[in-house]
């Protein structure tokens, strides 16, 4: 249980297009996803926090206009990416997080998705 | 907001060796601390997390110990392993916040 998946694995765009990366929850209810961004032999950086059906928390330094999250079930939340640039290649990463009645947990973890590798020509 | 760090950024390790990674974060509100291993090109895996209300917590080879005082957490790995080499991130999470930090990973190698 708890998998989620992200499509597509990789991606291959020319500057200036735009490029939607999904993230879906397949066995359980993902009250908040996660999205970030992980350069080479870098960490991951929390890009925003979405909810269901409201409008996604974005970390200071990004821009919202650029990368725009919907989060429109309890399954999906997807990321476009905007106008893209060489700059913005990297690996784009989901999370999803149920509730412990969800997950029969106590607690709430995050579990990732595979991840999305972008790369802007 | 919160800030983790960790070193070392790469620590090789003869097999069956000892391994410790170190993480320390700034904010004292932080109360879940997971540990992630990554292998080149896939996602993170939870390996071991530990929650502000315990000290140490072990699972086989791998456990975490929490210092809440000195906000620093450490994972140790015994009797590594070819297949422990990876990427290892350690992450701090706030009380009643979701989000989490990460700190900036350690590259192990075990040399066989």
């Known amino acids: 249980g708890a998998v989620v998946s992200q499509h597509p694995s990789w991606v291959i765009c020319k500057s200036g297009t735009s490029v939607k990366i999904e993230c879906r929850s397949l066995?359980?209810?993902?009250?908040?996803m996660f999205w970030y961004r992980q350069f080479p032999k870098q960490s991951l950086m929390l890009m925003a926090t979405?909810?269901?059906?409201?409008?996604?928390?974005?970390e200071q330094g990004v821009e919202k206009d650029k990368f725009l999250i919907n989060h429109a079930s309890l399954t999906l939340s997807t990321l476009t990416v905007t106008s893209a640039h060489p700059e913005d290649s990297s690996f784009y990463i989901c999370?999803?997080?149920?509730?412990?009645?969800?997950?029969?947990?106590?607690?709430?973890?995050?579990?990732f998705g595979p991840g999305t590798r972008l790369t802007v020509l | 907001g919160e800030n983790v760090e960790q070193h070392p950024s790469t620590l090789s390790v003869q097999e069956g060796d000892s391994a410790v990674i170190k993480c320390t974060y700034s904010?004292?509100?932080?109360?879940?601390f997971p540990w992630y291993k990554q292998e080149l090109g896939k996602r993170p895996q939870l390996i071991i997390d530990i929650r502000s209300n315990v000290g140490e917590k072990k699972d086989q080879r791998i456990a975490v110990t929490l210092n809440k005082t000195a906000k620093h957490f450490s994972l140790h790995i015994t009797e590594t392993q070819p297949e422990d080499s990876a990427v290892y991130f350690c992450?701090?999470?706030?009380?009643?916040?979701?989000?989490?930090?990460f700190g900036t990973g350690t590259r192990l190698t075990i040399i066989p």
């Open positions: 999370s999803a997080r149920g509730t412990g009645d969800t997950l029969r947990r106590g607690y709430n973890e995050q579990f």
């Open positions: 066995d359980f209810q993902a009250t908040t």
């Open positions: 992450a701090a999470s706030p009380l009643g916040n979701e989000k989490l930090t």
């Open positions: 904010d004292s509100a932080s109360n879940y």
């Open positions: 979405s909810n269901e059906g409201s409008k996604a928390t974005y």
